[in-house]
């Protein structure tokens, strides 16, 4: 089955500093990959996501790029502030059903 | 905005316990899902949901797990004796047709 490994699990940055997590995957059959920040006691919440067939998409401060042949993925967060402090989680989709493979979870703190 | 909601929002319950976790998603998704984290863990895949019936289930989702969806509107995870390792945030999600999936707050259990 398919299996996500992220880097770091912990992430400090000063505010205004940009903060990147990287994932990897093991299946070429996913196709999507969203990434999700969890506040405390929250689920978690779709940030931004991106198909097989694009290569970067960026939403504001955050961007998330793919590179299908290395099989990874990572999500670009620019001038953070400290709201953006949260757990941040990617996610790779490929069966036909849409069941989800997460990371492990990325803890980013941004110090005021 | 539309959400999907779950109740109850904390579970206490005695191991061997039946326990029902209820979710109503958004009212026109077609395919539904239970995952589940552990306090400090990845989110987990359990079990998909489509036309009335299981399309894809994990290794997790054995014997004392079911899911209904009995009014159309509900969508229920029933553990019929509830182990301690039972013990860990269960969240419903729930797409239409596009990948994304729209995830609820989360049941909080805990077995004892």
């Known amino acids: 089955g398919e299996n996500v490994e992220q880097h770091p699990s912990t992430l400090s940055v000063q505010e205004g500093d940009s903060a990147v997590i990287k994932c990897t995957y093991s299946d070429s059959a996913s196709n999507y990959f969203p990434w999700y920040k969890q506040e405390l006691g929250k689920g978690p919440q779709l940030i931004i996501d991106i198909r097989s067939n694009v290569g970067e998409k960026k939403d504001q401060r955050i961007a998330v790029t793919l590179n299908k042949t290395a099989k990874h993925f990572s999500l670009h967060i620019t001038e953070t502030q400290p709201e953006d402090s949260a757990v941040y989680f990617c996610?790779?989709?490929?069966?036909?059903?849409?069941?989800?493979?997460f990371g492990d979870g990325t803890t980013l703190t941004v110090k005021p | 905005e539309p959400e999907v909601t779950q109740t109850p929002s904390h579970q206490v319950t005695q191991m061997g316990q039946e326990v029902i976790l209820r979710c109503v998603p958004i009212s026109n998704h077609l395919y539904f899902y239970w995952y589940r984290q552990i306090l400090g863990q990845k989110v987990e895949f359990l079990v998909s949901?489509?036309?009335?019936?299981?399309?894809?289930k994990s290794e997790i989702f054995d014997d004392q797990f079911s899911v209904e969806r009995p009014d159309g509107s509900n969508f229920t995870l029933k553990i019929r004796s509830t182990k301690l390792e039972d013990s860990a945030m269960y969240f419903c999600?729930?797409?239409?047709?596009?990948?994304?999936?729209?995830f609820g707050p989360g049941t909080r259990l805990l077995v004892l």
């Open positions: 996610a790779a989709t490929g069966s036909t059903w849409g069941k989800s493979t």
């Open positions: 999600a729930g797409r239409l047709y596009q990948e994304t999936q729209y």
């Open positions: 949901f489509y036309n009335n019936e299981i399309s894809e």
